[in-house]
């Protein structure tokens, strides 16, 4: 019965400015592993040094960054910015999602400022977030034992959780 509706719906996990994490060499692409450039993204495997590296290197504009004019009534960036500025406003919500502060306290406090300026907070901010999950990965991956141990109960799980769905599926499409 193909008229069946068996699969739900899904709902975002991620939301606010983190949901789309753009790119460093270009503030209008979504930031992916597939971009040619390494710069254009920020890996978890990058070491202290390289995540400032990155950050140091995004592209932005010779202005100030912007000030509260630019944000709209719910304290998210207006189309305007978004279009003209996108690297300054892919920076600013970097910052908001890293630091856990909203996005207006952080436009208020880098509004007017130079890039170089930010950057350096930036970079300084997300080395210390990020650094110890490089670390923490690091240490994990080379523990072969304890890797295997965690693919081998995450196939169990999956395959317990996705066996009975499978199998109502089957049966929908008349495989059973």
Not at 17 to 36: I, N
Not at 81 to 104: H, K, Q, T, Y
Not at 128 to 143: A, G, T
Request: net charge negative; hydrophobic share 35%; with cysteine.
């Amino acid at each position: 019965d193909f008229q069946t509706e068996f699969f739900p719906i899904t709902e975002p996990v991620i939301m606010g400015v983190a949901t789309r994490v753009m790119s460093l060499r270009d503030g209008k692409k979504k930031m992916s592993k597939s971009e040619e450039s390494d710069y254009s993204r920020i890996n978890l495997t990058d070491s202290k040094d390289e995540i400032v590296n990155k950050i140091k290197k995004a592209k932005t504009d010779s202005l100030p960054l912007p000030g509260a004019e630019c944000l709209n009534k719910n304290n998210n960036f207006n189309d305007e910015i978004m279009e003209d500025r996108p690297e300054a406003v892919n920076l600013l919500n970097i910052f908001s999602s890293l630091s856990g502060n909203p996005l207006s306290k952080v436009v208020d406090i880098y509004s007017g400022k130079q890039f170089s300026y930010f950057k350096d907070e930036l970079s300084a901010l997300a080395s210390d977030i990020l650094s110890p999950i490089n670390n923490e990965m690091k240490k994990l991956l080379e523990d072969k034992i304890y890797m295997g141990k965690v693919l081998k109960d995450g196939k169990e799980r999956a395959e317990h959780i996705s066996n009975p769905i499978l199998y109502e599926v089957k049966k929908i499409i008349g495989y059973l």
